[in-house]
């Protein structure tokens, strides 16, 4: 892959990058697979977890990545630190910084901060995370997961439906999956669509987007982030947007869902789609730990060959 620094965003990938950082997880896979999940990688790094805003799946993938690989792990999180004091963003890297902390996976509400963080910091930055910036790794585990059950991402058509507008992941995604050769069709309801999407498509409507779709992506409904009336009610969403069986049948046959969670049942997908054949929902899940293994082997060990 050449010796990357940080991971912020894409910007100045190439696909051979990709494929290289895909072939590394297939290899942590097998070591997932073993009775002992554990291999000395990192052993001596210390990794910390910096997340400003709450996280479940990205903030656990992370540390079981990093002890997976035998490096040290330090958690961090707002509520008991010293930002309910006062204290900065930066002075709360800066202390990290001091205890010698090698890389620093950062998740917060603010656009920029893993950014700035680079200026900050010595050790790696890898942004989990950032307002509605960016989210690479999780556009990574998405396009690993469909890598895997369409066989590549050159020529697909990928659809991803819901709060485009608020989401950091459709941005990476779009941004990843065009990266890859797909053609990418983002929907939803016009207020909740950005005025331009790069790498994607944009539309109002539902089955422009999923029609002939090699695989669908849903998005969670970001309500934290709306200004109020912004958002059709729950029941309008609900009848214009959600992903049924019904609606599913729009795209190719066996066309795989995808959804970076936390999921609304009912609300962005229907309960019967959640837990049918078609979700691969815990397969990101899955792969996520895979694929931030080897974003870490990638820029700690490859940092220092």
Do not use: C
Request: hydrophobic share 45%; net charge neutral.
């Amino acid at each position: 892959m050449g010796a990357l620094k940080h991971l912020l965003d894409f910007t100045g990938w190439e696909a051979s990058q990709v494929e290289d950082l895909f072939e590394t997880a297939k290899l942590m896979q097998e070591v997932l697979e073993r009775p002992v999940k554990k291999v000395p990688a990192l052993q001596g790094f210390t990794v910390a977890t910096v997340f400003f805003e709450p996280s479940t799946r990205t903030k656990i993938s992370f540390e079981l990545a990093a002890r997976r690989m035998s490096a040290d792990v330090v958690s961090f999180s707002p509520g008991g630190s010293s930002l309910k004091k006062g204290e900065s963003y930066k002075d709360t890297l800066l202390t990290l910084e001091a205890m010698k902390v090698d890389a620093y996976v950062i998740r917060t509400d603010a656009a920029g901060v893993p950014y700035q963080a680079t200026r900050w910091v010595k050790g790696v930055v890898i942004n989990a995370g950032d307002g509605r910036r960016a989210h690479p790794t999780q556009a990574l585990l998405d396009a690993f997961t469909l890598t895997e059950a369409l066989g590549g991402l050159e020529g697909k058509k990928i659809a991803i439906v819901g709060d485009i507008l608020h989401s950091r992941v459709a941005r990476s995604d779009a941004e990843l999956f065009s990266l890859l050769g797909a053609e990418v069709w983002a929907a939803g309801p016009a207020t909740l669509l950005p005025q331009t999407l790069p790498g994607a498509r944009l539309t109002t409507s539902l089955k422009e987007a999923l029609s002939d779709a090699d695989a669908v992506i849903a998005l969670r409904l970001q309500r934290e982030r709306m200004e109020a009336g912004i958002l059709p009610s729950i029941p309008e969403y609900v009848a214009g947007y959600q992903i049924t069986p019904e609606r599913l049948a729009w795209a190719k046959p066996q066309a795989p869902l995808l959804h970076p969670g936390p999921m609304n049942r009912d609300v962005e997908v229907d309960g019967r789609l959640a837990d049918s054949e078609n979700s691969l929902v815990t397969r990101q899940v899955a792969n996520g730990v895979a694929v931030r293994m080897a974003v870490l082997y990638h820029l700690l060990v490859g940092r220092n060959r």
